[in-house]
């Protein structure tokens, strides 16, 4: 069959995974009957804990596609709709098959044999078409795959699927007009970062082990701070650009998306290395440890001296959730052994001001990789402006402005890229003159916004700009319950060490859950039940009941008021309480001359956050008593 006749475009994502889900006997709903069908729970399993169940016997390579596809089924189309996946590979039970023969013939290539991932689509696959989100590329198959893809491949891996991306990774939204908008699992009204936000939202769903994604400022690390994740920006040279849809050759790096420090370490492992097809690549050989995972010390914190960046902190009212966080972090890492330094007042602003080449080099990148790639339906950004083959996310002025660069042989061009070296040198020896390790900050000041809105705080440059490596890992969530990113800066190839203090932190704190609304198939939380009740002195009472969905996250109740008259009743609100105090309302369930009143909520992220933590009471106000009769939400402790 030839590469064109298996493009799973024509089918459309949902009959693929609907037609593969059922050639593998798996049911992708939750009843008992449909989970039977599935048969391994591959919910939050790490690549270690996938690969020990492959070499004993547990479950085999194309049960865990099956896995992963119904898990995809289940939430990406339907439930929260994430809509994080493009495309399925239809070739991906047969990678599995072939890599099932290899584990029972004794060749097992490494810990990702047999791994189901997924990659962002911007990485050339030759058996899949490679977009960057846009429509003008939608039938566009590559000669060849990308050398990170082609590494993910030779260590075995299973290519599951590409994911949805920001058009043309020009922002940090993920809508495209390929796919529209991703949604993240945290809470599906809010927007997931990007413009990797397709990768990120899988990878914390467990639509596979790991994601691949690429970072031109910010777009791996703000989706990983977005959805309690690990990701890392590599050193400009670290891996190998070949074959990704560039926005900016010199800012541009792929890499992983991960669960985990361990399993970012192990991805790592497999996609670095000099490429003969990307020369920057050449500045890494020698730089690379035998192995990331040697870097993997619970103790690792122990004397590393850290310094928060004040500058990058934030400290608006939309900035300081996040910063309490932050500065909670610092804290932990303090607990376990590191030592924070004060800085003096730092300027990294005035340097990074007009020193991105983003909108400089698009043009010129892109039409390369177009003239690279003879199935690609336009020939230049200019064709594909001119014909409207774009999302109007991307704003006809942004790629209007980048259509009128003549040439990168200007005085303006060379000074950006020297505003790159001074960037570099200035924070090197920030960290040479306080014998620092790292300097940390947030990786976005503000939480996830909500969707249709623009997404503030990105603190992307630092890292981006300089060319310096940093990664960032779950430091927790902010009041609103989104996840936060803590973001740590290093030197030139320095990964093995932010790996290190990296892995330090998660293992001491465990800040990552798993978001409520893609629970497990195999064995699904039950609804939360939660009956709140009070009587006052003069008789009069409220009960009610009230039941949490966790994967659809609606609160449906039922609430009665007894021992009084229905023209008594006023109101019946959820409040939320202010330290134990009152607090303000935060829903309306009935008004007036209502004694009993029932329905469903979609709760919100910090809704749900406040739930949890017992801080929202159900209060019926009456004519005698505004005040109201009050009764605590009372979440269950074994929860």
């Not at 992983?256 to 497999?270: C, E, F, H, K, M």
């Not at 309302?585 to 979609?602: D, E, F, Q």
Request: charged content about 20%; glycine content about 12%; some cysteine.
């Amino acid at each position: 069959m030839s590469v064109r006749a298996q493009r799973p475009g024509r089918w459309g994502l949902l009959g693929l995974l609907v037609a593969t889900v059922a050639a593998a006997g798996v049911g992708c709903g939750t009843s008992s009957d449909e989970s039977a069908g599935i048969g391994f729970d591959v919910m939050e399993r790490s690549i270690t804990e996938l690969a020990a169940a492959l070499g004993a016997g547990e479950v085999t390579s194309r049960e865990l596609v099956a896995s992963y596809l119904a898990r995809i089924e289940a939430y990406d189309q339907r439930g929260p709709a994430l809509n994080a996946i493009i495309v399925i590979n239809p070739g991906a039970f047969s990678a599995a098959d072939a890599r099932d023969v290899e584990r029972a013939e004794g060749r097992v290539r490494g810990p990702l044999h047999g791994i189901p991932v997924v990659v962002k689509d911007n990485y050339d696959m030759v058996d899949l078409p490679t977009s960057g989100g846009a429509i003008g590329l939608a039938t566009s198959v590559p000669p060849d795959d990308a050398f990170q893809v082609r590494r993910l491949r030779e260590a075995g891996a299973i290519i599951l699927g590409k994911t949805n991306m920001h058009e043309l990774a020009r922002g940090i939204t993920t809508v495209s007009s390929i796919a529209g908008q991703t949604r993240n699992p945290y809470d599906p009204t809010r927007n997931p970062g990007g413009s990797s936000g397709g990768t990120g939202a899988a990878v914390a769903a467990s639509f596979a082990a790991v994601g691949m994604g690429s970072d031109t400022c910010g777009s791996i690390r703000i989706p990983s701070a977005h959805h309690a994740l690990v990701g890392l920006r590599g050193t400009r040279g670290l891996a190998s650009g070949d074959g990704i849809i560039p926005l900016s050759t010199t800012q541009d790096i792929g890499g992983p998306l991960a669960r985990s420090v361990r399993d970012l370490a192990i991805t790592l492992d497999a996609t670095v290395g000099v490429d003969p097809a990307d020369e920057t690549t050449r500045r890494s050989e020698g730089r690379i440890p035998a192995s990331y995972t040697d870097a993997l010390d619970p103790q690792g914190l122990q004397g590393a001296r850290v310094a928060l960046l004040e500058e990058l902190l934030g400290d608006t009212g939309a900035e300081r959730p996040v910063r309490t966080v932050i500065e909670g972090a610092l804290e932990e890492m303090t607990a376990q052994g590191a030592e924070a330094v004060e800085l003096g007042e730092t300027d990294f602003g005035s340097l990074l001001q007009g020193a991105s080449l983003i909108g400089l080099e698009f043009k010129f990148d892109f039409d390369a990789y177009l003239a690279k790639t003879p199935g690609a339906p336009v020939r230049s950004l200019a064709e594909l402006v001119e014909l409207g083959l774009y999302h109007q996310v991307l704003g006809r002025g942004t790629l209007q402005a980048s259509l009128e660069v003549e040439s990168l042989d200007t005085d303006e061009y060379r000074e950006r890229l020297g505003k790159r070296d001074t960037l570099r040198a200035a924070v090197e020896a920030l960290l040479d003159e306080h014998d620092l390790r790292v300097l940390i900050y947030p990786t976005i000041r503000q939480t996830a916004r909500p969707i249709g809105q623009g997404q503030p705080g990105s603190n992307c440059s630092l890292s981006a700009v300089s060319g310096l490596p940093a990664i960032t890992v779950p430091a927790g969530y902010a009041a609103d319950g989104m996840p936060v990113g803590l973001e740590m800066i290093g030197r030139e190839f320095a990964e093995a060490d932010l790996i290190r203090l990296a892995y330090a932190y998660e293992q001491a704190t465990l800040h990552r859950r798993p978001p409520e609304s893609t629970p497990s198939l195999i064995d699904p939380p039950g609804p939360v039940v939660l009956d709140v009740g009070t009587k006052t002195v003069e008789g009069i009472g409220l009960r009610g009941r009230l039941i949490f969905d966790r994967a659809t996250r609606v609160l449906t109740y039922s609430v009665s008021v007894y021992g009084l008259s229905d023209d008594d009743v006023l109101f019946t609100h959820i409040h939320r309480s202010n330290e134990g105090a009152a607090g303000p309302v935060v829903h309306l369930l009935g008004g007036r001359g209502r004694p009993r009143v029932s329905g469903g909520l979609t709760l919100s992220a910090a809704e749900l956050a406040r739930l949890r933590a017992g801080e929202l009471y159900v209060d019926v106000h009456t004519t005698e008593d505004l005040f109201g009769v009050r009764a605590a939400i009372e979440w269950p402790e074994e929860e």
